[in-house]
């Protein structure tokens, strides 16, 4: 079952940095966090993902928290295409290896 | 990034009857794959795990005679609804992980509507 908590929605400017928080504080050691995106009516999409240490790729940075309980996603310039909804994930061996879903992020990118 | 393709995207079907929806793995082999539903503005709720081979594997509460899943190739795992009804009209998603990879790759999901 999903282990995250994350705000139902937000809206960011067009090319201003998307921040998305995601709460998990009952993670364990081995559990890794990832993130997808779903446009509507479209196969989920991965962003990034990470273990301790902050990730950075071509689609967004992954910041993590030393305790691990919380991170964010930042889409560092963001666009009217990125208007979807974006799911934060714990995966480990607690859920057997599973990705179960959360209620995720609508986020609006707004003109 | 790897390839899982999903068909049909949707279709309609009567009540009663049942409906076959495929999921290959296009340019890697994959012993697991997975099958959520998701209804309108909700989540993807993950259905089961399919293993190549053998009996898949069903999420508490999913009827495994209603959604009977065949996985007999390291490139296709295939998903029945049995004896449709209204009540199974959903978009339903397969994915994949490709071996010595860490992330899951989607298809791009059927929407089935169930008259």
């Known amino acids: 079952d999903a282990k995250t908590t994350q705000p139902p929605s937000m809206d960011c400017a067009e090319g201003r940095a998307a921040n998305l928080p995601c709460n998990h504080s009952t993670i364990s050691g081995n559990e890794y966090v990832y993130w997808y995106r779903q446009i509507h009516s479209q196969g989920p999409q991965y962003i990034i993902h990470?273990?301790?240490n902050n990730e950075t790729n071509e689609m967004a940075s992954l910041i993590i928290t030393e305790d691990r309980k919380s991170s964010t996603l930042i889409l560092p310039h963001a666009t009217l295409r990125d208007t979807a909804v974006y799911y934060c994930i714990v995966r480990g061996s607690n859920t057997g290896n599973q990705f179960y879903f959360g209620t995720g992020t609508s986020l609006t990118v707004i003109p | 990034g790897a390839v899982v393709s999903q068909h049909p995207s949707w279709v309609i079907c009567k009540s009663g009857t049942s409906v076959k929806i495929e999921c290959r793995s296009l340019?890697?082999?994959?012993?697991?794959m997975f099958w959520y539903r998701q209804f309108p503005k909700q989540s993807l709720m993950l259905m089961a795990t399919?293993?190549?081979?053998?009996?898949?594997?069903?999420e508490q509460g999913v009827e495994k005679d209603k959604f009977l899943i065949n996985h007999a190739s390291l490139t296709l795992s295939t998903l029945t609804v049995t004896s449709a009804h209204p009540e199974d009209s959903s978009f339903y998603i397969c994915?994949?992980?490709?071996?010595?990879?860490?992330?899951?790759?989607f298809g791009s999901g059927t929407q089935l509507s169930v008259l």
């Open positions: 994915s994949a992980m490709p071996p010595e990879n860490e992330k899951l790759f």
């Open positions: 990470g273990l301790k």
């Open positions: 340019d890697f082999q994959a012993t697991t």
């Open positions: 399919s293993n190549e081979g053998s009996k898949a594997t069903y």
